[in-house]
Structures are given as structure tokens and as C-alpha cells.
């Protein structure tokens, strides 16, 4: 049994390395369309991916950031964009959303991923979990508490628990900020939490800048090789 989850989680581990290998890929893609005019609205027709199987749907979502990284009811304290710090008092580009709750609050990966960096982050963010989640996504959960659950390298699944919501770092309050990029750019994370299998197509038309068709055709051949193609 211990034999059998070392493997799926090397397996696993691999699957994510091929992710990233194709995030990359997929950016250059999308920066040579763009350059050349090719890049547009996108086209359901142009690939078959508007008749997908609630089976490939959920495959799909435990690799890209979906649902909420806390549970329960939250509020939302500030919002994806442009604000007035709360602590610097100065404008700046706000690149998360922060949700806030009282209690002892679970926080979880919205994805399966990577942990890339676990521990005390000097730039105000306080205790940081970070993870890469493949097809160059990247999700950060910040001003968590001492005792985070996850080490540097090592494999989370989605809906694993990282840590403990927390006011570490710049921080009026206790809260999560929350974010979701691709390719290091910062995306609303407010369309990733409210993403799932029943309202899937709608992040398409909400977060243009992700080139969803090329991805999920690769994320596709991998994570079902064996589908034939008509």
C-alpha cells in the first residue's frame, strides 16, 4: 500500500513537471499569435472543447486553480486591483483578493501543485505558502499562521490543507490574501473561486488572457492519452 502511493505520487509529480514544460510552451505561443495578429476571441469551434465529458471536466479541475481556498462563509475585505493600502496609506496594484473569517481557518490548495516556497516571506506577506500548479499557474496563500503544513518540494493534492488562515506580516487583521497567476501575471482571483464543473465555460469569457483553448487540449492529451481524436 505504502509501495503504491509513492508511486501515483511520482507519477503525479511527473504529470505536474509536464504541466509546467507546457505553460511555458503554451506563453510562447500566445506571445507569437499575438505578435502576428493571430490572437482574437476565442472560437469554441476552432477545437473540440465545448463538448466536454463531466469526467474530462473533473480532470481538468484538479490541475487548474478552482473553488475557494477557504470554507464556510468569509467576507471579502479588498478586492483584485487597484486600492489604497490599508497599513502604507499609499495606491498601489492589489494582486489578490483577501477574504476574511474568524477561528481557527483551514486554508486549502485550490489545485494539485508543487510547493514552491513555505515559510516567512520578508516583502509584508507574512507566513507564505506557495504553489506551481502547472500549465503556468501559480497560486499564493499569504498572512498564514507560524505553522504551516507543507514543506518546500513537496506534492499537495487539491483540497489539501497548507495552513492556517493568520495576521502575520502587514496585516490589520486576521485574513487570507489570495492569489492566482499565469506566467507571473495576476489574475482576478474572484473568477477562479466561483469556477467549477457547473459553470466551467464561463471563466473562457471572463479571463481572456489565459489561452484556454491550447491548454486544455494539452492538458487533454495528457491526462487522457488514450482519447481518440476525430
Known sequence: ?????????????????KQVTLGKLAEK?????TKIGL????????VDIKNLTPEEINKLLIFFPNGSPIKGRYKITSKFGWRIHPILKK???????????????????????IVAGAGKNPYGYGYVVK?????????????????IKVK???????G??????????????????????????????????YWSGKNFYKIFKLERRVPWES??????????????QH
Not at 497548507?162 to 489574475?187: C, D, W
Open 160 to 193: 489539501q490543507i497548507i495552513g492556517y488562515m493568520g495576521n502575520t506580516g502587514l496585516s490589520t487583521g486576521q485574513h487570507l490574501h489570495y492569489e492566482v497567476r499565469y506566467n507571473n501575471k495576476p489574475l482576478n482571483p474572484l473568477y477562479f473561486m
Open 152 to 158: 518546500t518540494g513537496q506534492f499537495v493534492k487539491k
Open 39 to 46: 490572437r482574437g476571441n476565442i472560437e469554441f469551434e476552432s
Open 215 to 228: 491548454l486544455i487540449k494539452a492538458s487533454l492529451s495528457i491526462i487522457t492519452p488514450q482519447k481518440k
Open 91 to 113: 495606491r498601489e496594484f492589489h494582486p489578490g483578493i483577501d477574504l476574511r473569517r474568524r477561528g481557527k481557518v483551514p486554508v486549502y490548495a485550490t489545485a494539485n501543485g
Open 1 to 17: 500500500m505504502v509501495d503504491l502511493k509513492t508511486k501515483m505520487n511520482k507519477l503525479n509529480e511527473e504529470l505536474l513537471t
Open 29 to 33: 505561443i500566445n506571445d507569437l499569435e
Open 131 to 147: 504553489l506551481i500548479n502547472g500549465y503556468g499557474f501559480t497560486t499564493l496563500y499569504a498572512h498564514l499562521r507560524p505553522n
